[in-house]
Nanobody, 134 residues
């Protein structure tokens, strides 16, 4: 089973940038589709971005399109989330998620990995806090 550990969370000013990392162990992430989710206080967890096993398919929440970029390095076993033009409403705990390539959570046969599907996976990290404030 894969274990996931997020890092890179920090406090930044609005319009700032930050890159989160999700380091995997226990298995090769090349067999997993992966994604990022976030949860702000008092709100439900929401999907941010997802990526297929090889990186060819990306999917973003409308709220982050054009500002966030998901990427992966299957050799280093790391998933990244580059965040730019950060807004106070981006403040949340950010979680990394993974699902085996052939599981329904990876939306096999679909043009993209559905965030709603990936949310059903059992593989999650512990989260890293991102705070955007002046």
């Amino acid at each position: 089973q894969v274990q996931l550990v997020e890092s890179g969370g920090d406090s930044v000013q609005p319009e700032g940038s930050l890159t989160l990392s999700c380091t995997a162990s226990g298995d090769a992430i090349s067999a997993y589709c992966m994604g990022w989710f976030r949860q702000a206080p008092g709100k439900e967890r929401e999907g941010v971005a997802a990526m297929s096993t090889g990186g060819a398919r990306e999917n973003y929440a409308d709220s982050v399109k054009g500002r966030f970029t998901i990427s992966r390095d299957n050799y280093k076993n790391i998933l990244y989330l580059q965040m730019a033009s950060l807004k106070p409403e981006d403040s949340a705990v950010y979680y990394c998620a993974a699902a085996l390539w052939n599981s329904p959570a990876c939306s096999p046969g679909s043009p993209s990995v559905a965030l709603s599907a990936l949310a059903g996976t059992n593989y999650w990290g512990q989260g890293t806090q991102v705070t955007v404030s002046s």
